[in-house]
């Protein structure tokens, strides 16, 4: 808003471009939010971050990767286990009897919701909407420095 009011002060356009390249840097590096990745458990992650591209732990921010990726509309390739590759060691053997379900006041068994990795990488509305405005106006700003540098 105060480029703008600058831009219109000075008669020059160069001002907003510089509003406009504050604002993004704002959003991607800067901007106080919370992880949002889905847990396994079906809600979202309450960790606090700094941008909205970045995650609270390394297995977030693969899931967040993969979220913005496919908000660039990018596959990403499913990891493979490599070949050859084998457990360092033998897997236990547990002797125990298995417990029983708990159930909960209806009857029905007390589980827990475990999502796919596609679900669970899919960024949150607000996420994806600002990325995708943050990022046009990285397009714009970069392309208004190299039009001001020619002209």
């Given at each position: 808003?105060?480029?703008?009011?600058?831009?219109?002060?000075?008669?020059?356009?160069?001002?907003?471009?510089?509003?406009?390249?504050?604002?993004?840097?704002?959003?991607?590096?800067?901007?106080?939010?919370?992880?949002?990745?889905?847990?396994?458990?079906?809600?979202?992650?309450?960790?606090?971050?700094?941008?909205?591209?970045?995650?609270?732990?390394?297995?977030?921010?693969?899931?967040?990767?993969?979220?913005?990726?496919?908000?660039?509309?990018?596959?990403?390739?499913?990891?493979?286990?490599?070949?050859?590759?084998?457990?360092?060691?033998?897997?236990?053997?547990?002797?125990?009897?298995?417990?029983?379900?708990?159930?909960?006041?209806?009857?029905?068994?007390?589980?827990?919701?475990?999502?796919?990795?596609?679900?669970?990488?899919?960024?949150?509305?607000?996420?994806?909407?600002?990325?995708?405005?943050?990022?046009?106006?990285?397009?714009v700003t970069i392309a208004g420095m190299i039009y001001g540098i020619r002209g």
């Amino acid at each position: 808003m105060l480029g703008e009011l600058l831009a219109w002060y000075a008669g020059s356009w160069r001002p907003a471009l510089l509003g406009l390249a504050a604002w993004c840097l704002y959003e991607f590096l800067l901007i106080p939010t919370v992880c949002r990745v889905m847990t396994e458990q079906g809600y979202p992650c309450r960790e606090p971050v700094r941008g909205r591209p970045f995650a609270c732990r390394p297995d977030h921010q693969a899931l967040k990767n993969e979220g913005i990726l496919r908000l660039l509309g990018v596959r990403p390739r499913l990891r493979r286990p490599v070949r050859g590759a084998r457990p360092l060691s033998a897997p236990v053997q547990d002797t125990s009897p298995p417990a029983p379900p708990v159930r909960d006041a209806s009857g029905r068994g007390e589980g827990v919701v475990v999502h796919s990795r596609a679900v669970r990488a899919r960024l949150a509305q607000a996420d994806q909407a600002l990325l995708i405005l943050a990022g046009a106006g990285t397009v714009v700003t970069i392309a208004g420095m190299i039009y001001g540098i020619r002209g």
